[in-house]
């Protein structure tokens, strides 16, 4: 670690403190003691059970203190050290993705691998809605400093909680009894000097009104630099997955390149001629032709080499630069001894910037005349009779920055209730609003239309006499200078050939607003309305009203949402805007531009929902022989659904209407002190969310998808064919049924195991299909799932393999189609004692998921249980996951924090009818971390706190990996694992303290 480093590290780090709570436990918590003054908790699985001893789902309840003790971050990134947390997206990224109206730098919890959009996030008990347009909660706006604690249920609640939490609930929740002061400062960085980081925060409560009241509130912030691509030596030699995993088997291989651009231009086709000067040359130098070095030739692939003059993306995002700024408040006061208002409000503000990848243009056709070509390149093509010539490149950062986004998301939450009692039940009611706004701004896209009219560049002498002037134009500029005013050619010819004006006026930025507001009223009321033989009966009844909005406003609209005018355009490429002949336009009567990088807009559409819900807690037996306790658990909830809205927003709003039924039956029997079981048995679900259902109808043009009927990827006249993509407002909920078993031993007041089975079956499972997609092909025309051949117009049959018959239009829409299914076993264990005399405790958390299958009509079953090559939705991580810990305090005042965390080896494809060769896979990885907290007695009476933390602790960062997803994509494809951490050890200083 460099001087400079250390210095970095140390500066800016004040006086902090943060509340000690109690050590994180298994199962649901018991009664706690907060500050002073005992409050009850209720189980987060349950609305109904307030003992952890009597609850049948697997609970775990993670402290402040246990989450910080080894993860002094955001306890986003200490919650991804639990083994259940598969999946999860945030932290480091091996391939930078979104669609621009997404933030792909936010951190989205997934348990079980089963994507994050059937993981419920709760704050205090309350839903959080969807923060971006396709569902996913961002973990980020949850307010941190006054949390107490994080519940986390690994297993079905939708009868408790609703939809969404078929994976389990996490339950954010704060310390609402709160008194005093806390405040925290934290800086970080790498043993390399980069990826620097900070925290500051402060957070006080008192009561007020002689008890009656109670007012808190905390404000923070924090701060990290991000990660470059560059800056890790083995992951720069951009590592790919090369072969097709049928006759050549996967393997990881270093160094390969894009070989059809090259970073000054490379000449791939001449028109016209009768003869092909300068093809396959390229542009290493500013206006200079040279031959194109191939590089050595890979099996499988004609479009990647190794070596040569080919290109790679050299500037994604490891991990995304992020800033926040959060302020939270609450104030509650005892109307009446029965009696009790509050109010919570709190304001998020994120920023994060990432970087893609390198910008190109493929398939750029330019007149042979260009001027800006050199006079003995030009006479070349003229000799030949060359009229255009077809040149691919990508452009080497400088005047042309990487396709970077900022995203800014503004969240305001606001709630208020009451709380009171009748007689011995419990109440409460609150009414929620939540509003997330996400302003996406991608700071580098072309318009298309300036780009192809700067590219059609013309000596004006020329063009208008015949004699040369060297006062180099637009075309359009004499032919159209009212379509395109003030056009300033370019010139591509070179890795840095153009100049700032020239990119100026072609680049501009493009703003995507969306907008999430929504609305929640919900009536709990609670208790204990007779005894049986075996104790009181525990009942819940819960009425909810939810009101969901999505609006997407943009300022780059999809390139053929608004299409493309190519009046006095001479010279196009079919990649944008289909075949743009000279002087026509593709849709007459539209002159607006169309951007590369766009985005459809979303009017206005929501969703409703009101369910109601029952909950009973029997006791059955009581002080048995071979019964201590036993209990049932029973819950039923039904929810109405009604949304408005239209994937064509040329037409009305349809109103679509489905309902929701579920219901869970738990046992728990306690055996004695040392030994206990429980079982579950739920049906779950989640209801479609407004993108699925409401994504705008567009369509593009594409001749790259390939009929395989007919072998053509273009009609027959060259025309493109169309693509069009659309929600589907005919989608009804996914329903899952759960059942999990499981077992705690306690031998000892110190050691305890507990071990969990689950079972999930996901039925109705969401998927976006693509007609396009070959799988699908195949199986609409081999007769094994017709339904296929819907995502697709054709003007004959299916029988029909003429080129006449080719495909029309591909379509792409959601439906509920798959089924997903999963096994698994939870293992906890904790032991707690004493060395040398003082505390002492080891904790093991494991999960072993062999499998997670995706079975869909007509195709071979996904196992995307420890698969690599995965999309993002899909990602659920290796098979085998593990963390262990130790805690100790050697000394008065000084603790000791350790943790390992292990990952099993990973495979690169989830289709088993695939093989690769051991290169392809990902060998098990292990992280060290430690934390060392210095509390001396003789500073403030022990209220201050210094730790250092060291994360991977031995330096390991990632090894080199990829996926076959990317291998035509050098560069961006990351190089390591999802989850791998490729910072390598890593330094954190910070100060804690509490008054």
């Known amino acids: 670690m460099t001087k400079v480093a250390f210095a970095r590290l140390f500066a800016g780090v004040s006086l902090v403190a943060t509340a000690v709570s109690a050590q994180a436990q298994t199962g649901p918590a018991a009664d706690a003691v907060t500050d002073g003054d005992a409050e009850t908790i209720v189980v987060t699985g349950s609305r109904v059970i307030k003992n952890g001893d009597d609850s049948p789902t697997p609970v775990t309840v993670l402290t402040m203190e246990s989450l910080q003790a080894a993860h002094p971050t955001s306890v986003f990134e200490a919650l991804l050290s639990a083994p259940a947390f598969a999946g999860s997206r945030g932290g480091t990224q091996s391939a930078p993705s979104g669609n621009r109206a997404t933030s792909s730098s936010i951190n989205a919890l997934n348990l079980r691998g089963l994507g994050p959009v059937r993981t419920l996030i ?173 590089g050595a030739a890979i099996a499988s692939s004609s479009s990647v080499r ?63 005349t260009n001027p800006f070509l050199s006079q003995t390149i030009r006479d070349q093509f003229a000799a030949a009779g060359v009229k255009t010539f077809t040149m691919s490149k990508k452009y080497a950062q400088g005047l042309v920055p ?35 706004r996400l302003d996406t701004y991608s700071n580098y896209t072309f318009d298309n239309g300036k780009f192809f009219a700067a590219l059609d560049a013309v000596d004006e002498g020329v063009y208008k006499t015949g004699v040369a002037n060297n006062n180099i134009v637009c075309k359009v500029s004499i032919t159209n200078p009212g379509l395109y005013p003030g056009c300033v050619p370019i ?12 990119v100026d006026y072609v680049r501009r930025q493009g703003k995507f607003v969306t907008k999430l507001p929504s609305h929640d009223a919900d009536f709990t009321i609670s208790g204990e309305p007779f005894e049986t033989w075996a104790g009181p009966v525990g009942m819940a009844l819960n009425a909810e ?140 679900f989640r209801a479609p969310n407004l993108y699925e259902m409401y994504q705008t109808l567009s369509t593009t043009f594409s001749n790259g ?42 031998p000892s007041s110190k050691f305890s195991v507990a071990i969990d089975y689950f079972d999930i079956k996901i039925r109705d499972f969401i998927k976006t299909l693509t007609g396009s997609d070959a799988a699908l092909q195949q199986a609409c025309y081999n007769g094994t799932a017709p339904e296929y051949c819907l995502l697709q117009e054709r ?22 189609i798959a089924l997903m299914k999963t096994q698994g076993i939870d293992v906890e264990a904790n032991f707690t004692s004493t060395l040398f005399g003082r505390p002492f405790a080891l904790r093991a958390l494991a999960s072993y998921q062999p499998h997670v299958y995706l079975i869909q009509p007509g195709l071979v079953t996904q196992d995307y249980a420890g698969a690599i090559g995965v999309p993002a939705d899909f990602v659920v991580g290796p098979k085998f996951r593990a963390t262990f810990s130790a805690h100790a305090e050697p000394l008065a005042g000084l603790t000791v924090d350790w943790e390992t965390r292990v990952r099993g080896v990973m495979h690169q ?46 330096d390991h960062g990632a090894d080199p990996s990829a996926s076959f997803v990317n291998q035509t994509s050098p560069g961006l494809g990351g190089g390591f694992v999802l989850g791998d951490d490729p910072t390598g050890r890593y330094f954190r200083f910070g100060v804690r303290g509490k008054f």
């Open 795 to 816: 003007p004959g049959s299916f029988t029909d393999t003429s080129g006449a018959n080719t495909v029309t239009k591909w379509k792409a829409t959601t439906r509920n």
């Open 909 to 954: 494809s989830p289709d088993p009818t695939l093989s690769g060769l051991p290169s392809a896979d990902a060998l098990s990885a292990t992280y060290h971390s430690m934390t060392l907290t210095w509390t001396p007695k003789q500073v403030l009476d022990g209220r201050v706190s210094v730790y250092l933390n060291v994360t991977d602790l031995f």
């Open 306 to 368: 190794l070596g040569g003059d080919g290109i790679w993306d050299t500037v994604p995002s490891l991990r995304p630069r992020t800033s926040q700024i959060q302020a939270y408040g609450r104030f509650d006061y005892e109307l009446s001894d029965s009696l009790r208002f509050h109010l919570t409000g709190a304001y998020t503000y994120d920023h994060a910037f990432n970087n893609f990848g390198n910008v190109n243009s493929n398939g750029l056709v330019i007149s042979a």
């Open 402 to 436: 990487s396709s970077n986004v900022d995203f800014h998301t503004h969240d305001i939450y606001v709630n208020a209730g009451l709380d009171g009692k009748i007689g011995a039940f419990d109440w409460s009611t609150s009414y929620t609003f939540h509003n997330v």
């Open 122 to 294: 709760l704050y205090d008990g309350h839903r959080v809605p969807p923060t971006q347009i396709d569902g996913l909660v961002d973990a980020n706006i949850i307010p941190q400093m006054l949390l107490e604690r994080v519940d986390v249920v690994t297993g079905g609640a939708s009868a408790v909680y609703g939809s969404d939490a078929i994976g389990g609930v996490v339950n954010f929740i704060t310390n609402r009894k709160f008194k005093g002061v806390k405040f925290e400062a934290q800086r970080g960085i790498s043993q390399r000097d980069d990826a620097g980081t900070y925290r500051l925060g402060i957070g006080a409560g008192a009561d007020l009104f002689d008890g009656r009241g109670h007012i808190m509130g905390s404000v923070e912030t924090f701060h990290n630099d991000g990660l470059i691509y560059p800056q890790r030596a083995s992951l720069a030699r951009h590592w790919t997955v090369q072969g097709n995993g049928t006759t050549v088997p996967y393997y990881l291989t270093p160094d390969v390149v894009s070989s059809g651009l090259s970073w000054g231009g490379k000449i791939t086709a001449v028109t016209g001629g009768t003869s092909t000067p300068n093809l396959n040359t390229t542009f290493n130098t500013n206006g200079v032709l040279t031959p194109f070095v191939n």
């Open 545 to 684: 009203w939810h009101r969901q909005g999505l609006e997407l406003t943009s300022t780059n609209p999809t390139v053929d949402y608004l299409p493309l005018d190519c009046t006095g355009l001479t010279l196009t490429t079919d990649t944008y805007g289909g075949n743009c002949k000279p002087g026509t336009v593709l849709n007459p009567g539209d002159r607006t531009p169309s951007y590369n990088g766009g985005v459809a807009p979303r009017p206005p559409v929501d969703m409703s929902v009101i369910e109601g819900a029952v909950e009973f807690n029997v006791p059955l037996i009581k002080d048995w022989s071979l019964a201590e306790s036993v209990n049932l658990s029973l819950a039923d909830r039904y929810a109405k659904y009604v949304a408005h809205g239209n994937p064509d927003i040329t037409k009305g709003k349809l109103t679509n209407r489905f309902e929701a039924n579920t219901w869970k039956v738990g046992l728990d029997w306690n055996v004695s002190r040392a030994l206990s079981f429980r079982a579950t048995r739920s049906r779950d």
């Open 705 to 746: 998808n390939q009929d395989r009927l007919t072998g053509r990827s273009t009609l027959v006249n060259g025309a493109l064919i169309a693509v069009e993509s659309q929600g589907n407002p005919n989608l009804k909920p996914e329903v899952a049924n759960t059942l999990t078993l499981g077992a705690v031993i306690r």
């Open 491 to 502: 010139n591509l010819f070179g890795p840095s050939s153009e100049t700032q004006q020239m």
